[in-house]
């Protein structure tokens, strides 16, 4: 267990400073994005689409609320 106190955070391969971060546990902006784009493109789901038009993390959340 992690003790952090931000609800979605991640343990680090490496502890190091990254501008944006107050504590070694939290997400910098982008790395929630990022993840979510390896997940995606991993499933296979949307091959045949072109890279660009692939839906973001941002746009699914938008149609599930």
């Given at each position: 267990?992690?003790?952090?106190?931000?609800?979605?955070?991640?343990?680090?391969?490496?502890?190091?400073?990254?501008?944006?971060?107050?504590?070694?546990?939290?997400?910098?902006?982008?790395?929630?994005?990022?993840?979510?784009?390896?997940?995606?493109?991993?499933?296979k789901c949307?091959e045949?689409?072109?890279?660009?038009?692939?839906?973001?993390?941002?746009?699914?959340?938008?149609?599930?609320?």
């Amino acid at each position: 267990m992690i003790a952090s106190p931000y609800i979605i955070h991640r343990r680090p391969v490496r502890k190091v400073a990254a501008e944006g971060r107050d504590q070694w546990a939290r997400l910098t902006p982008n790395t929630f994005t990022a993840e979510f784009r390896k997940t995606r493109d991993k499933c296979k789901c949307f091959e045949n689409m072109p890279r660009q038009h692939r839906p973001t993390f941002h746009e699914i959340q938008a149609l599930g609320s």
